[in-house]
Structure formats: structure tokens, C-alpha cells
């Protein structure tokens, strides 16, 4: 059972926004969705099949790519921050500022994996192949998929659709980004740091 | 502030996994246990968590405990540490 409010969207028993209560139990989820794909790549990591396997990691590189998503959440924080001035301008600037960070992450992402390809090493290959492309592949998906989403935010301020009762608002959107730099915070430890 | 923080442990692990010689455990639990701390920062801080109420947070754990939980169970099953 829920009530509408005209400041929030629609509130659940605990007086919570249930939107947002919705996001937490599908992050929660999500928890599930790459822990399972980050044991499989850890039950993997040494099954090569003689081909290439974690030498190829060009940590330096993989550093810079984590500093550029790490610093993502921050302008998301300051898009958040503006949302709640009600200082739309502010707000589209750090928005675009997230989905540019996250473009220039991915950007790292398919450089890094055309070069893994350029040096034998594909999905088909091995079992380390398989797991290390599913599990950062299907992470730069989430990536892509939130870069949609904030400019989606930004065509919507501009055109004046953005209402934080209606639909999908910038916390929302911001709670999904936080998500997708901390499932990278632990690919980052694990599959890379980890490997040396 | 968070931010540079977070930038910060992050250069200490990229430190850390490049120290020769150093013992794996050491290195292993290191890296783990800034990992969580940068992870606790970003739900707690960046995602505010830690000021939401309670169905969010068990939401929440729940999906973090059944993860950690799936995890150790495959990693158990297939390395063969439960057929042992």
C-alpha cells in the first residue's frame, strides 16, 4: 500500500520513497549478478589453455581507467548536490561531466579489449578468456547503460521534464552509477590488482 | 574530500601490488581490505546508506550477504576444498 505526496513520489509503510527502496532491493540484486561472475573468473584465472592469460594486464593503464570512474562518482555527487539547489544549469554540467567520464572509461575498456584481441586472447580461447570478457563486459553493459541514462537526464532538464515526483529522478539515477563504481572497485582489486 | 580519499587508497593499492617481494597473504589481505574500505565509502558517503532507513540497508545487505555467500559456496565446490 502507497500514498502519493506532492514533493516525493509514492511512499511506502516506512515513509520511504518506494522508488527508492526499489533501486536498494535491485542493487542488492545486482550483488548476486557479479559476485557469481567474479567467482567463476577467479575459478578460472589460471585455465589459459597455453594462451594468453594475465600477463597481458596493463595495470598502469587499468589504474588511470579506475581514477576516471572513481572521479565519476564525484561529479554525479555535485550533479545530486545541484539537483537539490533546484540549479538545473549546474546540474546538466555535471551530469554530462558523469556520462563523458563514463564514455572515456569505456573508451579504455574496448582500447583494452581490442588490444587483449590483438594478442590472441578471446572469449572462445580458454576459460579465463570466457570469465575476464563476461564479467568486464557485462560491467562496461552497466556502464553504457547509466551513460543512456544521465544523458537522458540532461535531454529531459532541458527540455523541462525532469519532476523528482514522476519516473526515474537524478538520485535514482546517481544510486545506479555509485553501483556501477563499486562492482568496479572490487574488478579492479580482484581480477587486476590481485593478479600480478 | 572523499573524493581525493578515495583517490588517494587508491594509489596506496596500486603501491602496494607493485612492492617486490612481498608475501602474498599480506599482499592478498592489503588489497581486500582497502577494497572494502573504498566500497564502504562509496555506499556509506557517495550513496548514503548509511542515512537511509532500515528496509534500505537490509535490502541492501541482503544481496551483499547472499553474494558473499554464492561466492565462498562456488569457490568451495568447484576448487574442490568441499570434495577433499
Redesign the interface.
Known amino acids: 500500500m502507497s500514498t502519493e505526496t506532492a514533493v516525493h513520489g509514492p511512499v511506502g509503510t516506512d515513509g520511504a520513497d518506494i522508488r527508492k527502496t526499489a533501486m536498494w532491493a535491485f542493487l542488492g540484486s545486482e550483488c548476486l549478478f557479479f559476485g557469481s561472475f567474479i567467482a567463476t573468473f577467479l575459478l578460472y584465472s589460471d585455465e589459459t589453455n597455453g594462451g594468453p592469460g594475465t600477463e597481458l594486464f596493463d595495470i598502469p593503464f587499468t589504474s588511470v581507467s579506475s581514477f576516471v570512474l572513481l572521479m565519476s562518482s564525484l561529479t554525479m555527487v555535485l550533479a545530486h548536490n545541484a539537483y537539490e539547489r533546484e540549479d538545473g544549469r549546474q546540474m546538466r554540467i555535471w551530469l554530462m561531466a558523469t556520462a563523458l567520464l563514463g564514455t572515456v572509461f569505456l573508451g579504455g575498456q574496448v582500447f583494452e579489449f581490442t588490444t587483449f584481441y590483438a594478442e590472441g586472447l578471446r572469449m572462445d580461447i580458454s576459460p579465463f578468456g570466457s570469465a575476464f570478457f563476461v564479467l568486464t563486459g557485462f560491467h562496461g553493459a552497466h556502464v553504457a547503460i547509466g551513460v543512456i541514462m544521465l544523458t537522458s537526464m540532461v535531454i529531459m532538464s532541458r527540455r523541462g521534464n525532469l519532476h523528482a515526483h514522476r519516473g526515474m529522478n537524478v538520485e535514482l539515477v546517481g544510486l545506479y552509477w555509485h553501483f556501477v563504481d563499486i562492482v568496479w572497485i572490487v574488478i579492479f582489486t580482484v581480477v587486476y590488482l590481485l593478479q600480478v | 574530500m572523499?573524493?581525493l580519499f578515495?583517490?588517494i587508497v587508491?594509489a596506496v593499492?596500486?603501491a602496494?601490488?607493485?612492492i617486490p617481494d612481498l608475501n602474498r597473504t599480506l599482499?592478498?589481505v592489503g588489497?581486500?581490505g582497502?577494497?572494502i574500505l573504498?566500497?564502504s565509502v562509496?555506499?556509506g558517503w557517495?550513496?548514503h546508506?548509511r542515512f537511509?532507513?532500515?528496509?534500505?540497508n537490509r535490502?541492501?545487505?541482503?544481496?551483499?550477504v547472499?553474494?558473499?555467500s554464492?561466492?565462498f559456496v562456488?569457490?568451495a565446490t568447484?576448487?574442490g576444498i568441499l570434495a577433499s
Open positions: 572523499i573524493a578515495l583517490g587508491t593499492e596500486i602496494i601490488a607493485y599482499l592478498t588489497l581486500i582497502l577494497g573504498k566500497f562509496v555506499v557517495f550513496m546508506l537511509e532507513n532500515k528496509t534500505m535490502l541492501f545487505a541482503i544481496g551483499l547472499l553474494a558473499l554464492l561466492f562456488v569457490l568447484f576448487s
